[in-house]
């Protein structure tokens, strides 16, 4: 006689819960609330325990289905599959675990990939001059997106954005009808790469290298912000990086430069990218004659190098080093983050986790972009790329993402 299967859904909700409490990975508790409605249920923010590893998972759009998201554990090489409907055929960053998703028509929004909470956020054209700074195409808008505080946790919280393509700093709060760009006293033009939230005050970089602090309620006030400038990365310029990165490590504040990220002539058969380059319009010019031509140029992309800088805030510069200890920083999409490799199986310290976030690659190749990602040792400057297996994306390029599960 056939053995019967047992109900999963007749366990005791009080022996759930203890279960529930017993778990140490994010992605047992995530698989605990998917086995059927009565688990899911006790899968809540009351149940949770906070004490999980929440070492970031990597994000992977399917081109095949633009609402399915796969999650893909450094720790143990399990992949969560979970379809999205909200994040389809839009482009997502993301912070403290949420999604900042921009659509094909402009709209944004705060998505939260597991809960499914949805916060719309004011349409893109309602920031400053819109029309003067507007990207084509429109997914593009925002660079990056950084939250004060999560969501989940309470209302009163600030969006960051870097947007525009001069890439002015803006910010959302909850009740605003519209985005309200920052603008710096003193400073006439800066092209903003990455910022934090850091001790009440929001610290920034640009593609100059100078990194700006300003106090958040200096921001959010109805007067000019009083923004200055700190220090600059000690380069030459001749070596200034392509993307710069800032974060918070153990207390401390260090600016990342990233080299090689930009489109570039292929220099030899090894600095090759299997990819199918879109061709470009020309036109031309033949003594009287004016034509378009097509023209494939032999490019291509991909990170060579990660320079670190760590903030002296009381001496007001900034020193390279090639020693994290004990930490991992991620970058691309994502907020950029470090986590402690030894709290964290199957991260390696001193060690950068990176991604592909410039947009103009991507939009370069027919097959889209993401290639570019990988794991960089800051100590021999040795990178181990990791795209094999890698579904390319025109949308939604490959992101870190801290799991939480509301």
Known sequence: MAQKMPDWSEVPLDLLVSIGRCLNLIEDYLNFGCVCKSWHSVATKNNFNNDLSRAPWLMLAEEEDNEVRKFFSLYNGMIL??????????????????????????????????????????????????????????????????????????????????????????????????????KCEGIKYCSFTDMIFFNDQIYSVDYSGCLLVCDVADVVGPELTKC??????????????????????????????????QLRLVQDDCDRVPLTIIPIIRIIQEEEEIREDMVCEDITYGTTNFRVFQVDLAAVKMTETRELGDAAFFVGANASLSVQA?????????HIYFTEDFYETYLSYEEGGGLDMGVFNLADGSIQ??????????????????????
Not at 385 to 403: E, I, Q
């Open 81 to 182: 599959n979970k379809r999205i409907p909200k994040a389809s055929r839009k482009r997502c960053l993301e912070s403290m675990g949420w999604h900042i998703t921009v659509g094909e028509e402009g709209e944004i929004s705060l998505l939260h990939p597991f809960s499914g909470v949805h916060i719309e956020l004011p349409h893109q054209n309602t920031t400053v001059d819109y029309h003067n700074h507007q990207i084509d195409p429109l997914t593009c808008f925002i660079g990056k997106a950084v939250l004060s505080a999560s969501p989940s946790h309470t209302s009163d919280y600030l969006l960051m954005v870097i947007d525009g393509n001069q890439r002015f700093l803006s910010f959302w709060r909850p009740g605003d009808i519209r985005w309200t760009r920052v």
């Open 228 to 261: 200055h400038i700190l220090a600059q990365i000690p380069t030459e310029p001749q070596d200034m990086p392509e993307h710069l990165y800032i974060l918070e490590s153990l207390g401390s504040l260090f600016v990342i430069a990233r080299y090689g990220v």
């Open 342 to 350: 030894s709290r964290c199986p199957g991260i390696k310290p001193n």
């Open 385 to 406: 790329p990791h795209y094999n297996g890698v579904s390319l994306s025109r949308f939604c390029p490959p992101t870190w993402v801290t799991p939480t599960p509301y």
